[in-house]
């Protein structure tokens, strides 16, 4: 229980306080009880307020002197003796009272306190992320642009401060504590009714685990989402309803596969899900076709075997270590991949395919490097380990960079940013690679550089008010009529959208003259001047009413002043 | 037996009957209240408030609200002597004893709670 700290610093406050009342009481009944001799040679005795007045000027040390008259030899005696008792046992009773107040479990105590109150005070969605690391300082930040609400915890207080130096939007409540403790995520809200999801995103399996389980237990509604790289850790966690288990060398793997197998796939992945103001560029396909060359079989490499060895390439593993990792069941050979001599031997020249995918940085480097030098047209893949080393790898100009930590931050922030955007990367999915080739080349016609934004919204009172009334007028809506620029009718907006969700029906790139019902909701992807544009339509009544070609709605006072009004001001 | 027990006991038992020493007497006779048996109350009830900090099971919460009332009963009662017999024109005059009497009337009631919240933890504890 944290708040014995309370009751133990006050009980540690009674030896100070103790002291200091008995040698105060001393001195001053001493005062009070010593005759003096005024100047006139009549004798007078202190009263106990002087008295209390001079004993606390004189243990504190301040001083003004002898106070109200001139002492007698008496009384200096006795200050003599009082001055020793009192200023000693002033500075230890004062010392160890802020000693007190510095104790460190108290401080904790008070900082948990605070951390508590601000989570408390929180009115609109946050999501309580446990681990700062990489992933989490990703998130954070681009969670917080959007304006919405984080809440951190990790039991690292460098990351903290790190955490207190960047520049947020929005405050984000942090604590340094142990998020094995499930005291500590109740502390951070995890049963705040505005927790909108439980980040476990700390660089150990373990405490993810705790971390989800507690979460579970304590607020079964609540969104989890985990990072684990293990996958035992992964079955363990999905077999108590966590939400999502991102493991982020399966996520690499992956979309590995579908870089070589689905390359428009994988094109659409990368814009839909980038950041804000992210350049939009088209990637390098690789050739599926030949000879890849893995070098690791780490858990990153049998992941990217397991995904890549279903397609038309072949394989070559490369493994420093073979007895931790294990073996292939196809090709390998041992070495480490940063001398030529290894590559040469696993056919680097005749490759068309490089993955650099062992555990450490240097040697990752110092593989794409030597490959490039026998066989400057392979396309590489590169694993990055830690973003320390991010300045070398843009260097070394890799076609694919995989960075555990972003790769799993990405994911998330998808997942988060729209809940439409995840169900359509699912139905996505399903369609053949014709079909994304013809949406990328759309999306590229209407995005003429940047990244498109992605945004949702329903036909509700929330999102689209003006929608709704035009809809009890008795106006229909058609998806066309949205994707008109307010000001210019004949123009349109630059903005796709993307799907359709109405009843439990969602409709992939619905058709332009769809009619939209009360309840509906839409994912669009388009420039920022466009989502701009669009919300006047969804907001306001009167510019929606133009851009429907109808006559502005007016209020009911000018509706009923307008007939009494000269003809020139009926317009 | 419990030194600590003994001792915590003994300051809140000795506050109560100096208290009542204090407060005995025609409420307004200077005569009969006395300013040392005054400021000896005053302190025996700062070391018994000060001994009842940091115990947290409920009687003791309520043993401190009472030390608290106690307290803050004779802080007004010390207040009143000193402007009297320092600051005031009028000087120390029966109206002001009376109110400072019934400051420290109130404040031995507070004492009062305090005894027997005491003994009736004591008793529970025999039971």
């Not at chain 1, 002898?66 to 009773?93: K, N």
């Not at chain 1, 479990?105 to 008070?110: D, K, S, T, V």
């Not at chain 1, 069941?329 to 001599?341: L, S, V």
């Not at chain 2, 003994?10 to 009969?32: K, M, S």
Request: charge should be negative; glycine fraction near 8%; proline fraction near 4%.
């Amino acid at each position: 229980m944290i708040d014995n700290i309370y009751f133990l610093i006050l009980r540690r406050m009674r030896k100070p306080l103790l002291a200091l009342v008995v040698v105060y009481s001393i001195a001053v009944f001493g005062l009070v009880l010593v005759p003096g001799q005024d100047s006139d040679g009549n004798v007078w005795h202190m009263g106990f307020f002087h008295a209390f007045y001079f004993v606390s000027y004189m243990a504190t040390t301040i001083g003004f002197g002898e106070l109200p008259h001139e002492f007698s030899d008496a009384q200096r005696l006795w200050t003599i003796f009082c001055i020793y008792a009192t200023v000693t046992v002033w500075l230890y009773s004062v010392g160890s009272l802020i000693a007190l107040l510095q104790d460190e479990n108290l401080q904790r105590a008070l900082a948990e306190g605070r951390f508590a109150g601000g989570v408390k005070r929180i009115t609109t969605p946050f999501f309580l992320i446990v681990g700062y690391g990489q992933t989490g300082r990703d998130l954070v930040r681009a969670l917080t642009s959007e304006g919405r609400r984080a809440v951190v915890i990790d039991s690292d207080l460098e990351r903290l401060n790190g955490l207190q130096l960047e520049k947020l939007r929005e405050f984000v409540p942090s604590l340094q504590a142990d998020a094995q403790c499930p005291d500590v995520l109740l502390s951070g809200g995890l049963r705040h009714p505005m927790c909108q999801a439980v980040l476990a995103l700390t660089s150990s399996n373990e405490v993810n685990l705790k971390v989800a389980l507690a979460a579970k237990l304590l607020h079964p509604e609540v969104t989890v989402i985990c990072r684990s790289d293990s996958n035992d850790v992964s079955a363990n966690m999905l077999s108590f309803d966590t939400n999502y288990v991102l493991n982020p060398f399966e996520i690499f793997a992956r979309y590995l596969r579908m870089a070589l197998s689905a390359h428009c796939h994988a094109i659409l992945n990368d814009w839909l899900g980038a950041l804000r103001d992210a350049q939009l560029g088209e990637p390098r396909k690789p050739p599926i076709h030949g000879r890849w060359i893995l070098c690791g079989f780490g858990r990153f490499g049998k992941a990217v075997y397991r995904e890549l060895s279903g397609l038309a390439c072949e394989l070559m593993v490369i493994e420093q270590s073979p007895e931790h990792t294990g073996t292939p069941p196809t090709a390998w050979m041992h070495g480490r991949g940063t001398e030529a001599a290894t590559l040469e031997q696993a056919g680097i020249r005749e490759a068309v395919g490089l993955i650099a995918g062992t555990d450490n940085d240097a040697n990752n480097l110092s593989i794409v490097m030597t490959a490039r030098a026998l066989n400057p047209e392979l396309f590489v893949v590169v694993r990055e380990n830690n973003l320390v080393n991010e300045d070398l790898f843009s260097a070394v100009k890799a076609d694919t960079r995989m960075h555990p930590s972003l790769i799993v931050a990405n994911r998330i922030r998808t997942l988060l940013k729209s809940p439409l955007l995840s169900r359509f990367f699912d139905l996505v999915q399903d369609c053949d690679e014709a079909w994304a080739c013809t949406l990328v080349s759309r999306v590229a016609a209407t995005m003429q550089e940047s990244a498109p934004e992605v945004w949702e919204f329903g036909f509700d009172r929330k999102d689209a008010p003006a929608l709704l009334e035009a809809a009890d007028l008795g106006f229909d809506i058609r998806l066309s009529d949205l994707l008109k620029d307010p000001g210019e009718p004949d123009t349109n907006l630059s903005a796709i959208i993307l799907l359709h969700q109405g009843g439990s029906k969602d409709q992939l790139l619905p058709e332009p003259d769809m009619l939209l019902q009360a309840g509906d909701r839409l994912l669009c992807c388009g420039n920022g001047r466009a989502r701009s544009r669009m919300r006047w339509n969804l907001v306001d009544i009167d510019v929606l009413s133009t851009t429907l070609g109808q006559p502005q709605q007016r209020g009911w006072v000018w509706q009923r002043l307008q007939p009494h009004l000269p003809a020139r001001w009926r317009t | 037996m419990n030194l600590e027990k003994v001792v915590f006991g003994f300051f809140i038992f000795l506050a109560l009957t100096l208290n009542f020493g204090f407060f005995v007497g025609e409420i307004d006779n200077l005569e009969h209240h006395h300013l040392r048996e005054f400021v000896i109350l005053f302190i025996v009830n700062a070391v018994a408030l000060i001994m009842k900090l940091g115990d947290r099971s409920q009687v003791d919460a309520m043993l401190l609200a009472t030390g608290l009332v106690a307290m803050l009963q004779l802080v007004g009662a010390a207040l009143i002597w000193i402007l009297a017999a320092h600051v005031w024109e009028s000087g120390m005059t029966p109206g002001v004893m009376a109110s400072i009497v019934s400051l420290a009337g109130g404040a031995m009631v507070a004492n009062v709670i305090s005894v027997v919240l005491l003994v009736a933890e004591t008793v529970m504890l025999r039971r």
